[in-house]
């Protein structure tokens, strides 16, 4: 059984940090990609970070500079490090393992998603 069990989501004031902390089982983890996203009311979902399996980085211009995605392949861990945290930051932050094989053929994994608000 596959698991993504996420943590350190929580309340923030703006231009605070926060981590986020997601630990998968049930996967090889070296070999899949890894990536936070996030939901907020009324939005769609979007990427926030991604890591792949060889460690290569990407993020949206509108977290660059601010947040950092990190994994930790020995503790089956991959990390959210929120920094300068706005408003519009705020909500539901979602883990999420991925690994293509071929065009159209993978594997796709979500966790249960954690709130993280950022408010005075």
């Known amino acids: 059984q596959v698991q993504l069990v996420e943590s350190g989501g929580g309340l923030v004031q703006p231009g605070g940090s926060l981590r986020l902390s997601c630990a998968a089982s049930g996967i090889i983890f070296s070999i899949y990609d890894m990536g936070w996203y996030r939901q907020a009311p009324g939005k769609q979902r979007e990427l926030v970070a991604g890591i792949t399996s060889g460690g290569n980085t990407n993020y949206p211009d509108s977290v660059k500079g601010r947040f950092t995605i990190s994994r930790d392949n020995a503790k089956n861990t991959v990390y959210l490090q929120m920094n300068s945290l706005k408003p519009e930051d705020t909500a539901v932050y979602y883990c999420?393992?991925?690994?293509?094989?071929?065009?159209?053929?993978?594997?796709?994994?979500w966790g249960q998603g954690t709130q993280v608000t950022v408010s005075s």
């Open positions: 999420n393992a991925a690994r293509l094989v071929f065009i159209n053929v993978g594997s796709n994994y």
